[in-house]
């Protein structure tokens, strides 16, 4: 695949949600794509705000990019996508892996949502295809599908940089989990493996990250460095092991904080329901269903 020239990578990580955020780029004045944005949510009063984003947006301006597109690497389940908000303001198309369809109808039952919300992806500008390559100015970035976490995970590989959404972490937080509805920590392995039959030397680009204890915040890593020493998946460790490890870590893990506000709302491509007839929108807490 021709990724010439190499990317420039900006990232902006989240504390609230441990989250990491990007703007992938050829040079300033050029186009550019936006990875993942954080749409601010405080659970305790149910109110929004655009800060994070809002940091990204002065990026954009500052750099004087166009952007040619939004990526969500998944339907997230611990942050609220700023994907609409930033189109709004940025332009650009919004972007997710095609199995989206698959979360969609899922989790249109369990929050038994309203009858014109339609599992078919068409909240989402385009639904990108394993292997796909789309241009970002002068760049290609081709999306690589790593089901595990959810069915419809997506990585991108944008010349020497892949941003591996929730796959593998730090090599010392090592992996995602696989526990949430479509989840599957074989399949999670073959996604795993699949990044890290790429080059020793590719920049992989963290999602999220958890740090230990005494270690800062760090997002960017290689293929090298994921095989030599991640906890979970580093070389060696089989299918079997893995599985058996993922399963019983899963286990042992509550739901993510914002689980229910962000996958009402990430499903939506980050849309925020429909508002009631007295102009609010609501979001929805299924009683004993996950």
């Known amino acids: 695949m021709a990724t010439h020239p190499v990317p420039a990578v900006k990232a902006f990580f989240d504390p609230a949600t441990w989250t990491v955020s990007y703007v992938v780029y050829a040079e300033p004045g ?12 405080d659970p305790k009063s149910g109110r929004t705000s655009t800060t994070s984003a809002d940091q990204v947006a002065d990026f954009v301006r500052t750099q004087k990019l166009t952007v040619q597109w939004l990526l969500e690497t998944h339907a997230h ?16 198309k919004i972007a997710i892996g095609a199995p989206i369809t698959q979360v969609q109808k899922v989790f249109k ?19 990108l295809q394993d292997g796909e390559v789309i241009a970002v100015g002068p760049l290609s970035l081709q999306a690589l599908a790593v089901p595990g976490h959810t069915p419809a995970c997506m ?3 944008v010349g020497d940089a892949v941003f591996v959404g929730d ?10 989990r696989c526990d949430f509805p479509g989840g599957d920590a074989h399949a999670l392995y073959q996604s795993m ?24 915040a760090q997002w960017e890593t290689t293929v090298a460095a994921q095989k030599a020493a991640n906890i979970h998946v580093h070389d060696g460790v089989t299918e079997a092991e893995f599985v058996t490890m993922r399963k019983a870590r899963d286990a042992t893990l509550a739901m993510p904080n914002l689980i229910l506000p962000a996958v009402q709302v990430n ?5 925020l329901p429909p508002p009631e007839a007295n102009g609010v929108a609501y979001l929805k807490i299924p009683l004993n269903a996950l």
């Not at 050029?30 to 949510?41: E, K, P, R, S, T």
């Not at 499903?267 to 849309?271: E, L």
């Open 30 to 41: 050029g186009h550019c794509a936006i990875v993942d944005a954080v749409l601010d949510y």
């Open 77 to 92: 389940a611990d942050h609220l996508s700023a994907a609409h908000y930033l189109r709004g303001i940025l332009g650009g």
């Open 109 to 127: 039952s369990i929050f038994y949502l309203e009858d014109s919300f339609a599992p078919d992806g068409s909240q989402f500008d385009h639904l």
């Open 155 to 157: 990585a991108f590989q």
């Open 167 to 176: 796959t593998l972490f730090m090599p010392d937080v090592g992996t995602a």
């Open 193 to 216: 493996q699949r990044l890290l039959s790429l080059p020793d030397t590719t920049r992989l680009f963290m999602c999220h990250d958890y740090p230990p204890t005494g270690r800062s």
């Open 267 to 271: 499903i939506r491509a980050g849309a």
